[in-house]
């Protein structure tokens, strides 16, 4: 399935409206905003139709996944939105990660657990809360606000060292980078080290990862910056999402493509943005001078013209970068 | 003291909700310090055994409580069980605390729960320390959540 879709859900007293973006929302928050009462309505809707006193609008059905025979009812669901509770412990399981991989359906999941194995964007974690009453109605209307604002660093504090999440190419390029503005970097060897890095490095850091997966990291990440003040973050959708921005790339409606990537990414290729991202760059580059893998970084993109121009797409990195 | 053990734990009542609503006794709900915990997360007040007044809900049974005020119910009166309370928002974190206040009780987290910017005394099973800051919790629960 590709594309966006908003979804509203209404009863006479509630109503929730918000817009499903890719294939993985994770929702979570305090307790008492109203996540279990959206999943009710919905299961209340898919079973008992308009007597339920609940209506859904949405372009693809909305459906509720539950239970002990939970494997049996996905292998039938086919471009859906499926929800799924908190308090379901096969949402841990490799089982699962294996299930929704190429699936055509979306899934918006209810946990505050990491799911280390579900690659999710760090923009796709939600929150839920009121904004309102209608007065005539009493009705309460509730509505997502994303969870981890994914602000990127801005420049302005020294940094001394950057982490970044593995040693591919990514890592190659800010090694590049960081070498010739006297700066450490160091690769965590995957993105669950992270954290753990984090928290052995004096700092000032920057975290520099690919948001478009790193939504397992950002509870760790955050609480660590509520008590350290010195923790930086810039989270691309990824490394090739960077490059594909810089200019360097020339492909047919790539604009439209970065524009627009929900309209591109096929939830039953890829499971996640940042594997979409990749295939694009590589795709484009096959066979000519920027020819791109990821496990090792093409020397082409260190030239200094290229690197300038890739640093250029990282607007708030120049300070950081001397430019 | 509360006692926390970080990650899998297989013997913890992973669905809390479900537990709750098989198990719960109408005592629980008009217990004062229940009654306090749903006004607080729930922003609710008890009207009897079997009726909350919610602002958003109207009046639900205690079955419609938030899963972390549910949660929190059987931490207080299930004192030999164990619960996951990872069902449990940061605004429950402080109402964890005070239970344990002057018993012991030991939750299940598979999350990091922020415990505040003040002191406290949390046992962590994983590494049987005692911590009393989220300076102190945070290195250690970031090892196993």
């Known amino acids: 399935m590709r594309g966006i879709y908003d979804v509203v859900v209404n009863s006479r007293r509630l109503q929730y409206k918000f817009t499903v973006r890719r294939n993985i929302t994770i929702v979570r928050g305090q307790s008492a905003t109203g996540k279990t009462t959206l999943v009710d309505m919905i299961r209340d809707c898919n079973e008992n139709g308009i007597d339920s006193g609940v209506t859904i609008r949405c372009e693809r059905d909305c459906v509720v996944l539950s239970g002990r025979n939970w494997q049996r009812d996905i292998a039938e669901l086919e471009n859906c939105i499926v929800f799924i509770d908190e308090g379901h412990n096969f949402v841990l399981s490799q089982d699962f990660a294996k299930a929704i991989r190429n699936s055509s359906n979306y899934y918006v999941i209810v946990t505050r657990e990491r799911l280390e194995n579900i690659p999710y964007s760090v923009d796709e974690i939600y929150g839920i809360r009121i904004s309102g009453k209608y007065a005539e109605l009493k009705s309460a209307y509730h509505e997502f606000y994303q969870l981890y604002e994914n602000v990127p660093y801005d420049g302005s504090t020294s940094i001394r060292e950057i982490i970044t999440e593995d040693s591919n190419s990514g890592h190659q390029f800010f090694s590049e980078v960081a070498q010739s503005i006297g700066v450490k970097c160091n690769a965590a060897a995957g993105k669950s080290n992270v954290a753990s890095v984090v928290m052995h490095s004096a700092g000032p850091l920057l975290i520099v990862a690919d948001g478009a997966a790193f939504g397992p990291e950002m509870e760790r990440i955050t609480e660590l910056m509520k008590i350290r003040e010195d923790i930086f973050l810039y989270l691309p959708e990824s490394f090739e999402w960077l490059i594909l921005q810089s200019g360097l790339i020339a492909k047919e409606h790539l604009a439209d493509i970065l524009a627009k990537p929900y309209d591109y990414v096929d939830s039953e290729k890829y499971f996640s943005w940042e594997q979409f991202f990749t295939v694009v760059l590589q795709d484009s580059t096959k066979g000519t001078a920027y020819q791109y893998t990821k496990s090792r970084l093409n020397p082409v993109y260190l030239h200094e013209n290229n690197k300038m121009k890739i640093l250029a797409a990282m607007s708030s990195l120049s300070a950081l970068l001397g430019r | ?145």
């Open chain 2, 1 to 145: 003291m509360l006692h926390i053990f970080y990650g899998d734990m297989p013997e913890a009542i992973f669905n809390t909700a479900v537990f709750f609503r098989n198990s719960y006794d109408d005592e629980w709900i008009v217990d004062a310090f229940s009654r306090q915990m749903i006004a607080d997360v729930d922003s609710s007040t008890v009207l009897g055994t079997g009726v909350i007044d919610s602002p958003v809900l109207g009046k639900i049974a205690p079955e419609r409580l938030s899963g972390g005020v549910k949660t929190l119910m059987l931490v207080k009166f299930m004192p030999e069980m164990v619960f996951n309370a990872s069902t449990c928002g940061n605004n429950c974190a402080k109402w964890l605390l005070k239970i344990a206040e002057n018993e012991d009780r030991t939750i299940n987290l598979r999350n990091i729960m922020d415990f505040g910017k003040g002191k406290f005394d949390i046992h962590i099973i994983n590494d049987d320390k005692i911590v009393h800051s989220m300076e102190e919790l945070l290195p250690i629960a970031i090892k196993y959540v």
